[in-house]
Nanobody, 128 residues
Framework: QVQLVESGGGLVQAGGSLRLSCAASGRTFSNCVMGWFRQAPGKEREFVAAITWSAGDTRYADSVKGRFTISRDNAKNTVYLQMNSLKPEDTAVYYC?????????????????????WGQGTQVTVSS
C-alpha cells in the first residue's frame, strides 16, 4: 500500500523559507514522477513542482520558478520542496503526489488527475 506522508509545514513571515518533506513507502518509485501541489481556501488544487524519481528531471509552475526547488533522496525515499522568498500568496495546504505512470509520459504532468496517490497535506501559512 502506497503511503505519502508530508511534513515541514508551518507559519513563516514573508521572505522566509520552509522545507517540506514527503516520505514515500509501499512500492518501488523508480518509474514515478513525484509532485507537489497546493490548494488555498476557495481555490482549485494547483501544480507547484514535480521531479522524475530516476533521472531527477524537474518541472515548476511559473509562480514558483526561481524561489522553490524540488529534490529527492533515493536512499531515504523522500522528496523535498525547498521554498524560499515566500509570499503571502503561497499560503495553502501543500500535497505530495505520485504519478506511477510518469516515466512513460512525454512530459511531466501538471494536472492533479495525472497523479495516483496523495498525501494528507501540510499547511503552509505566510504572514505579511
Amino acid at each position: 500500500q502506497v503511503q505519502l506522508v508530508e511534513s515541514g509545514g508551518g507559519l513563516v513571515q514573508a521572505g522566509g523559507s520552509l522545507r517540506l518533506s514527503c516520505a514515500a513507502s509501499g512500492r518501488t518509485f523508480s518509474n514515478c514522477v513525484m509532485g507537489w501541489f497546493r490548494q488555498a481556501p476557495g481555490k482549485e488544487r494547483e501544480f507547484v513542482a514535480a521531479i522524475t524519481w530516476s533521472a531527477g528531471d524537474t518541472r515548476y509552475a511559473d509562480s514558483v520558478k526561481g524561489r522553490f526547488t524540488i529534490s529527492r533522496d533515493n536512499a531515504k525515499n523522500t522528496v523535498y520542496l525547498q521554498m524560499n522568498s515566500l509570499k503571502p500568496e503561497d499560503t495553502a495546504v501543500y500535497y505530495c503526489a505520485a504519478d506511477t505512470y510518469g516515466v512513460f509520459r512525454q512530459r511531466i504532468g501538471v494536472m492533479p488527475s495525472s497523479y495516483d496517490y496523495w498525501g494528507q497535506g501540510t499547511q503552509v501559512t505566510v504572514s505579511s
